[in-house]
């Protein structure tokens, strides 16, 4: 009886430590390798959506300081409109709106400079946890 006993509890500790084996090598694998498909993901997505916002504000930025410019030149309240004319006839609004577009030129290109800073490290950043994520699965299929 005994004997039968110890065999029984001895057959059911090695199907749990099989089940507990099984479990930690597929199921662990399993939550790392979704946690790293998730980090990897949302890494991508941020580098997206910070590029939009970028360009979107870039474009923003122009929109709207071409249209004070337009504003400011079709304004119509007396004394304003006179010192707007003057300051059109002697060439003084289209040099401030030549001069935004220049300064505009000169923001674009070292925001640009630093985005391309920024995609080089967002590139080193997206490529390690590619091989993270590729180490992981060589390990998984093994």
Same mark, same amino acid.
């Given at each position: 009886? &005994?004997?039968?006993? /110890?065999?029984? !509890?001895?057959? &059911?500790?090695?199907?749990?430590?099989?089940?507990? *084996?099984?479990?930690?090598?597929? $199921?662990?694998?399993?939550?790392?390798?979704?946690?790293?498909?998730?980090?990897?993901? *949302?890494?991508?997505?941020?580098?997206?959506?910070?590029?939009?916002?970028?360009?979107?504000?870039?474009?923003?930025?122009?929109?709207?300081?071409?249209?004070?410019?337009?504003?400011?030149?079709? *304004?119509?309240?007396? +004394?304003?409109?006179?010192?707007?004319?003057?300051?059109?006839?002697?060439?003084?609004? +289209?040099? !401030?709106?030549?001069?935004?577009? %220049? %300064?505009?030129?000169?923001?674009?290109?070292? $925001? /640009?400079?630093?985005?391309?800073?920024?995609?080089?490290?967002? %590139?080193? &950043?997206?490529?390690?946890?590619?091989?993270? !994520?590729?180490?992981?699965?060589?390990?998984? !299929?093994?």
């Amino acid at each position: 009886m &005994i004997s039968s006993l /110890i065999a029984i !509890l001895g057959g &059911i500790y090695l199907v749990i430590k099989f089940i507990k *084996s099984l479990l930690i090598k597929y $199921v662990g694998f399993a939550i790392i390798l979704t946690a790293q498909f998730a980090i990897t993901a *949302s890494v991508i997505t941020f580098v997206i959506v910070f590029y939009t916002f970028t360009i979107t504000a870039l474009v923003s930025i122009y929109n709207k300081g071409i249209d004070i410019f337009n504003y400011v030149s079709t *304004s119509t309240s007396g +004394p304003v409109t006179c010192l707007f004319g003057l300051a059109d006839c002697i060439g003084l609004t +289209p040099a !401030l709106q030549n001069g935004f577009t %220049m %300064m505009y030129g000169v923001l674009s290109t070292v $925001v /640009i400079f630093h985005l391309l800073k920024f995609t080089f490290s967002a %590139m080193k &950043i997206i490529a390690n946890e590619l091989f993270k !994520l590729g180490v992981l699965l060589g390990q998984a !299929l093994k």
